[in-house]
């Protein structure tokens, strides 16, 4: 059973960091695309991250790149999500995501 919990949440001022982290258990973990989305209030879920198995790493709104970097520790069974510069509008809740599986999400705020 796949199961995926995410950390690292907080309230922030703009231009701040956070790093996000995502533990799996149940499953291969090194074989896997992992994913990492976020929804805003009154907004639907949207892809921010996505790092295959072989490490290959891409970021996919144009409003985080060269902001937020996806990264993966095998040997830890984990899935970072590094963000910098932060701004008001990355205010969410963060998921991790691997196929149907979805972690309960970590609160992230930005906001002076």
């Known amino acids: 059973q796949v199961q995926l919990r995410e950390s690292g949440g907080g309230l922030v001022q703009p231009g701040g960091s956070l790093r996000l982290i995502c533990t799996a258990s149940?499953?291969?973990?090194?074989?896997?695309?992992l994913n990492w989305y976020r929804q805003a209030p009154g907004k639907g879920r949207e892809l921010v991250a996505t790092i295959s198995g072989t490490g290959v790493r891409e970021t996919l709104p144009n409003s985080v790149k060269g902001r937020f970097t996806i990264s993966r520790d095998d040997d830890k069974n984990s899935v970072y999500l590094q963000m910098d510069n932060l701004k008001t509008e990355d205010t969410a809740v963060y998921y991790c995501n691997l196929a149907d599986a979805w972690g309960p999400g970590t609160q992230v705020t930005v906001s002076s």
């Open positions: 149940g499953f291969t973990f090194s074989s896997y695309r």
